[in-house]
């Protein structure tokens, strides 16, 4: 079989999977070819359609019992078995815990190169996919381009937009493909101590640093989340040394994208600030007029959160949005 030239995304998450569908089309178009979705699992076959709806041409779908969970032996070996048939020019997949691991050995396994952590992603006058990959904690953005093919990309999520469903064909094609062994068995699983919900989806995050003096404190800032419909979020220190948190946003926690994000108490140091700006509006509160949050925020208020917060809070009870 010779070179077809598509576009593939994959990704066993469902809205990131979405939202490489929505970039997935528009390098397609711009290439003038075709854009297909893998669909890996076990009773999958209903979501194919889906998928076309959000703008894939066609699916190649693997339906398989022993594919229900993930396993990096068998989906590798899946990946690679469509990609070495079919050939694709693109490959998106999705930079998760799974996503990642899984692209880097594909990209060994097909001997191309892969560019992970892709924020943007465009085509440049060779038809080549440059991927875009912020570097030096936030403070640069490298421009990576491929010398190999099939060029294998990583998403994160929240990278690109989820585009809408339309009304529109496409084709489901079937495969059987030899899956490989997994070389490793999962034991056990259970669930994380981890808050119940994803602070990367919240539209609002009111988040609290060192600044905070005790554990209890957490509940001004839990107040005004209530409000304004947000989530609580914080500095690594909080959950690392004080273990007041399991998670933290910034360079080696989560990466935000809220609507409004509201710093209590937050220095603002590179690696906390590389997970937050992406952020359309940034509201600093610090003591500090020289803390370093005030370069980065798009308002901000010198003054101690034990004061600020509470004022706010009562100021939104009274005139709620
Ligand atoms: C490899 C590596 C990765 C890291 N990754 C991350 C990461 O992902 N996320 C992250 O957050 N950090 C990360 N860090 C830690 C980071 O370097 C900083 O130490 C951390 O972000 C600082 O947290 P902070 O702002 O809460 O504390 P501080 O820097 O101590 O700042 C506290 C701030 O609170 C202000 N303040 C004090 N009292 C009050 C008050 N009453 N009212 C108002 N303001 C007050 C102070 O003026 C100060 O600016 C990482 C570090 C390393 C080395």
Same mark, same amino acid.
């Given at each position: 079989m010779g070179e077809n030239k598509e576009v593939?995304?994959?990704?066993?998450?469902?809205?990131?999977?979405?939202?490489?569908?929505?970039?997935?089309?528009? +390098?397609?178009?711009?290439?003038?070819?075709?854009?297909?979705?893998v669909l890996v699992g076990s009773n999958v076959q209903e979501?194919?359609?889906?998928?076309?709806?959000?703008?894939?041409?066609?699916?190649?779908l693997i339906d398989n019992p022993t594919l229900e969970r993930f396993q990096a032996e068998a989906y590798l070996s899946v990946l690679h078995d469509l990609a070495a048939n079919y050939k694709p020019d693109i490959l998106l997949i999705g930079s998760t815990k799974n996503g990642k691991p899984l692209a880097a050995r594909l990209a060994t396994r097909l001997?191309?190169?892969? +560019?992970?952590?892709?924020?943007?992603?465009?085509?440049?006058?060779?038809?080549?996919?440059?991927g875009e990959r912020i570097t030096y904690g936030?403070?640069?953005?490298?421009?990576?381009?491929?010398?190999?093919?099939?060029?294998?990309?990583?998403?994160?999520?929240?990278?690109?937009?989820?585009?809408?469903?339309?009304?529109r064909k496409g084709e489901v094609i079937k495969l059987d493909v030899k899956i490989e062994e997994p070389k490793t068995e999962v034991v056990e699983t259970k669930p994380l101590e981890t808050s119940s919900v994803n602070i990367e989806e919240a539209e609002v995050i009111v988040s609290c640093g060192r600044g905070l003096q005790k554990k209890e404190d957490k509940a001004l800032l839990e107040e005004l989340a209530k409000i304004v419909d947000g989530q609580v979020g914080n500095t690594r220190p909080l959950a690392e040394d004080r273990k007041w948190f399991t998670e933290w946003v910034g360079l080696s926690g989560h990466k935000v994208k809220p609507?409004?994000?509201?710093?209590?108490?937050?220095?603002?140091?590179?690696?906390?600030?590389?997970?937050?700006?992406?952020?359309?509006?940034?509201?600093?509160?610090?003591?500090?007029?020289?803390?370093? +949050?005030?370069?980065?925020?798009?308002?901000?208020?010198?003054?101690?959160l034990y004061e600020i917060l509470p004022a706010l809070t009562k100021a939104l009870k009274k005139h709620p949005q």
């Open positions: 593939w995304v994959f990704s066993e998450k469902y809205n990131l999977r979405l939202e490489m569908i929505g970039k997935g089309r528009e +390098i397609a178009d711009r290439l003038q070819t075709e854009l297909a979705a979501k194919s359609n889906e998928l076309i709806k959000y703008g894939v041409d066609k699916v190649y001997e191309t190169g892969c +560019i992970p952590d892709c924020a943007g992603l465009s085509v440049d006058e060779k038809g080549r996919l440059i936030g403070n640069a953005v490298a421009k990576v381009t491929f010398r190999s093919k099939p060029q294998i990309a990583t998403i994160p999520a929240r990278a690109f937009e989820k585009p809408e469903p339309q009304d609507k409004l994000y509201i710093a209590c108490g937050i220095s603002g140091v590179i690696q906390h600030v590389a997970g937050i700006r992406d952020s359309k509006v940034i509201v600093a509160i610090n003591s500090d007029p020289e803390a370093p +949050i005030f370069e980065v925020a798009d308002y901000g208020v010198v003054g101690d």
